[in-house]
């Protein structure tokens, strides 16, 4: 008999990645199989398994990459050669979203299954576009409808149209000119205030306001596609005042980072709550080889001082020192960082740094050695293998004993989905291997496309090898990157 484990049907929300829970969150970290389709952010990777299996299943419209019937037999199959498997969907599974039937298959197929709500986008795509599906003296109720077959379903048109509340139709666009003149046929205001919103909670949200008379006009005219979500009610009219989120400074922005999956985290979140929709590409894969400091653990209490050129460089480090039981009290040299991302990773450790340089740049932490170091001076330096020789040449320039030590190496990373790369505006790339990395997985043409954004100037030469235009950051660091994009955007709108 075969061995069966169990299915998740996870509402993913409408489009922002943090909108997904924390329950559907921790449930994706345990899965080994996943089936996602386009309303679903491809940032939710991210939270799986770098070995969990992925299939996509498309669902654009008019064109189905696989039909729901083949899906609800993939989620059987893969269910009965024992996977965890998580069905992802946009919004909620149980509105709109066929995640009935799927759970139904799964029963009549005696498979466990459990279903994760999602926020839906009938409430949280309004809310985006500053508009509240209730509100006291306005409305005080609100009804969702699907849009998408409204010409063959059987509405009570006559009803709906005496309704007083928030309407809310979903996946409507095709058939908004069928809406509006049911409505206004069956006796609505035809002045009352109607507003479309697609792409909602994403960098691509676009909203158009009007009237059920005028609103079809606007729309021919607009370049709206779907998804898109149809809201008639009064509550339309506090669209401006409760615009909160496209106020934001990097709103309508996809802003691509190019680290590694570890270090992609802090600026992700910095640039999210100024309003931008991030894609991670993880263009470097970070290789663990810090068993190379064995040769030199028994001189770590010699050094004069601990030199780390990176953040990856000091995780590894004290990695290897707590697994090694290593008593860091040991450790009598300066510790010293390159930059200020460096150094709070080994505050993190409970160390504090003596000697930091002002730039994340070699030649900066280099002033600063300088000041301090003397002829005979032993010195440990560790690293990537594929680090620059700078550093340790010109330090031995001034007699100092230098142990450059390999401690990890980067390679290439993985690319889930090459197509979310088509809706990026902006590049960040980190260092030179972010930029060698990203042509490799993507292609020269497809990076010369985009604004190019380069943490510093030995990161911009590796563009510039490439004949990409770029910008670099006045500061080399995450906060310099994320002036350098305020400071652009801020210029577009004076």
Request: hydrophobic share 35%; glycine share 8%.
């Amino acid at each position: 008999m075969k061995v069966m484990s169990k299915v998740y049907l996870i509402g993913a929300g409408p489009g922002d990645e943090e909108l997904l829970t924390l329950k559907g969150k921790r449930i994706l970290g345990k899965c080994n199989a996943v089936l996602y389709d386009r309303l679903a952010n491809d940032s939710l990777l991210k939270y799986l398994d770098e070995k969990c299996k992925i299939y996509y299943c498309g669902k654009e419209p008019g064109c189905h990459y696989k039909n729901q019937q083949e899906i609800n037999d993939m989620l059987v199959t893969l269910a009965r050669e024992g996977n965890t498997v998580c069905r992802i969907k946009g919004g909620d599974p149980y509105i709109f979203g066929r995640g009935g039937e799927e759970a139904l298959r799964l029963e009549n197929e005696k498979i466990e299954f459990e279903v994760i709500p999602g926020i839906t986008s009938a409430i949280a795509v309004l809310n985006y576009a500053g508009i509240p599906v209730t509100h006291r003296g306005i409305s005080q109720s609100f009804h969702v409808f699907t849009g998408q077959s409204a010409e063959k379903l059987d509405i009570n048109w006559e009803s709906v149209a005496k309704l007083t509340g928030t309407l809310i139709f979903l996946m409507g666009l095709k058939n908004i000119e069928v809406i509006t003149n049911s409505l206004i046929d069956n006796n609505k205001d035809s002045e009352c205030p109607c507003a479309v919103i697609m792409s909602g909670t994403t960098s691509n949200q676009k909203k158009i306001v009007g009237t059920l008379s005028n609103i079809c006009s606007k729309v021919a005219v607009s370049g709206l596609k779907s998804p898109c979500i149809i809201v008639v009610g009064w509550v339309v009219t506090l669209n401006d005042k409760l615009n909160w989120y496209e106020k934001k400074p990097l709103f309508g922005k996809n802003i691509c980072i190019t680290r590694s999956k570890e270090q992609n985290v802090e600026i992700s979140e910095k640039l999210l709550d100024l309003g931008a929709q991030v894609t991670a590409i993880n263009s470097i894969k970070v290789v663990d080889t810090s068993k190379n400091l064995m040769d030199y653990i028994e001189k770590f209490s010699c050094y004069n001082y601990v030199v780390f050129t990176s953040v990856n460089g000091a995780n590894l480090f004290f990695k290897y020192l707590k697994e090694n039981e290593y008593d860091i009290r040991n450790i009598r040299g300066k510790v010293c960082a390159i930059g200020p991302a460096t150094a709070e990773a080994i505050r993190g450790k409970g160390i504090m740094p003596q000697i930091i340089a002002k730039q994340f740049v070699t030649e900066s932490l280099l002033i600063e050695l300088k000041n301090q170091v003397k002829p005979g001076d032993k010195i440990l330096i560790p690293g990537s293998s594929s680090g620059r020789e700078y550093l340790g040449e010109e330090l031995r320039k001034l007699q100092c004993s230098v142990d450059e030590v390999p401690i990890y190496e980067i390679g290439e990373g993985t690319l889930q989905n090459e197509g979310t790369f088509d809706n990026v505006d902006i590049v960040i790339f980190t260092s030179p291997s972010t930029v060698k990395n990203m042509i490799s997985m993507l292609g020269i043409n497809r990076i010369k496309e985009k604004k190019c954004i380069a943490i510093g100037p030995i990161t911009g030469e590796e563009l510039n090898k490439n004949d990409i235009n770029y910008s670099v950051c006045d500061e080399y660091s995450s906060d310099g990157i994320i002036k350098n994009l305020l400071q652009c955007e801020g210029e577009k709108h004076d």
